[in-house]
Structures are given as structure tokens and as C-alpha cells.
């Protein structure tokens, strides 16, 4: 099996055993296999997309290249918020202090801008003195002492979507659904909350265009929580104006 092979399967729309995709998210993870041939592979999804069941085994791939939190010392079902980018996007610095004030604990872990989008953490960090980098137990124990926490990606988590994301973003493969929604879902089941809410943006500032994108994203996401047996609930959004009188970090 090569990394070449695997391309041209994918080219010529085939659908990926669970192997391949093992040998494909290993490699990369341990610098076995280049940027360029995994641009490659990115690019073939985007144009051919994947089926069910190769998204589910690519995010359980990306979910197990790393680190999965262990959040049974937080009281209560925990919950998580992810929204999947728009234009002047500030909904969690403002959802997060409601949804704690209702005593339910929001451990939160959120991303950096990706293509014209501003990231929460970017936003947070203008913030002096506001720290992003909690360990797992300072984590834990200020979501329990104020019921919310929000923490940048802990390099150990999903050792493949950081990688991965970051080549995305330079490649044109952004705003490809499947891979989409395996970034994401690996990033909120690998935090380990027990509930996920997603905000699925469409329109003008958003990655998916139009609201059909959107149901077909928002969808996907909620097969992948049920898969890992995860509470995964999503609402779709508009996003043809910025959230709000601001834009930027």
C-alpha cells in the first residue's frame, strides 16, 4: 500500500477501507507522508467527496491521532458549542456566560480564524492576561468552580486535525463538507463533553453558501455525534450580514 495508491483510488472515486484511511492519517501524523501528496489526497475529496462511513472512520482516525479528555470530574452533563465560522462571529462570548449562569457547565474548547473567518481564541487573546493554555485540571476545576472554561486545542488532541487544518488552509480545501465536518467533530468529541451544539452558518460570509450546504453539514455532523454516541444538536444560521457592529480580532 503507498500514499500514491491511495490517491488514485480516491481520484477515481472509490470508496476507502478502513486501512487506507489508517495509512493515510498515521502517516501524515508521523511525517511519513509529505505535505504535497496529502494536499493531493485533500484535493481528491473535495472533488469526489466521501461516503458515510469513510467520514466516520476518518474522524475516528483523527480523534484517536491524539489525546481524548477526560471531563467525569465535571459535575452535570457537560456541553459544548461550536459554530462553523462567519464574519464578526462572537456568539460564544456571549452564549457561554448565559448557558453558565443556568448552572450547566460549558467546557468549551475553541479554534483560531480559518480562511476569512476570525477564530474565538484570536478574539480572546486580544484580551491581556486572559490565558487559553489551561491544563486538563485547571481546565476542569474552573468549569466546575464558574461552569465555564474556554481553552484553545491542547496540542495533544486530535494530533491530525491541527495538521490537517493547517494544510486546508493553505490549499484551497477549506471549505470542503466532508472534511469539514470530520474537523470539527473530532475536535468536539475528543474534548469530552457529553452534548454538542452547533451553529451551522450559511450565506455570503459563511463556508457554505447556501442553505441546502448547510442542512447537508449540519446532518452530517449530527450522524458522526450519533456514531460516537455523542448528543449532537444543530441549528442553521444566516450569515449574509457580520454578527454584530465589529469584525476582526
Not at 30 to 38: A, F, S
Not at 154 to 159: H, I, M, P, V, W
Request: aromatic share 6%; with cysteine; glycine share 8%.
Amino acid at each position: 500500500m503507498t500514499m500514491v495508491e491511495i490517491i488514485e483510488l480516491k481520484k477515481n472515486n472509490h470508496v476507502l477501507t478502513k486501512e487506507q484511511i489508517h495509512f493515510v492519517i498515521d502517516g501524515y501524523c508521523n511525517n511519513k507522508i509529505p505535505d504535497y501528496q496529502m494536499s493531493a489526497f485533500l484535493m481528491t475529496i473535495c472533488f469526489n467527496g466521501l461516503s458515510k462511513q469513510e467520514i466516520f472512520l476518518l474522524t475516528d482516525e483523527m480523534i484517536n491521532s491524539g489525546k481524548i479528555m477526560d471531563l467525569s470530574k465535571i459535575k452535570g452533563i457537560k456541553v459544548d458549542k461550536h459554530s462553523t465560522g462567519g464574519v464578526g462571529d462572537k456568539t460564544t462570548l456571549v452564549v457561554g456566560p448565559l448557558v453558565a449562569a443556568c448552572n450547566v457547565p460549558v467546557a468549551k474548547m475553541s479554534g483560531r480564524g480559518l480562511g476569512h473567518t476570525g477564530g474565538t481564541l484570536d478574539k480572546l487573546e486580544a484580551i491581556p492576561g486572559f490565558d487559553i493554555h489551561l491544563d486538563e485540571s485547571d481546565f476542569i476545576k474552573q468549569v466546575n468552580e464558574i461552569q465555564l472554561a474556554i481553552i484553545g486545542q491542547s496540542k495533544e488532541l486530535a494530533l491530525a486535525d491541527q495538521k490537517i487544518y493547517a494544510l486546508r488552509d493553505v490549499t484551497a480545501t477549506v471549505d470542503c463538507m466532508p472534511l469539514i465536518a470530520s474537523s470539527i467533530m473530532s475536535k468536539k468529541i475528543a474534548s469530552g463533553s457529553d452534548a454538542i451544539l452547533l451553529d451551522v452558518k450559511y450565506g455570503n460570509g459563511a463556508f457554505m453558501k447556501n442553505i441546502d450546504e448547510a442542512e447537508k453539514l449540519a446532518q452530517t455532523m449530527i450522524e458522526i455525534g450519533k456514531y460516537f454516541n455523542k448528543d449532537t444538536r444543530a441549528i442553521i444560521s444566516n450569515m449574509d450580514q457580520p454578527l454584530g457592529n465589529t469584525i476582526g480580532n
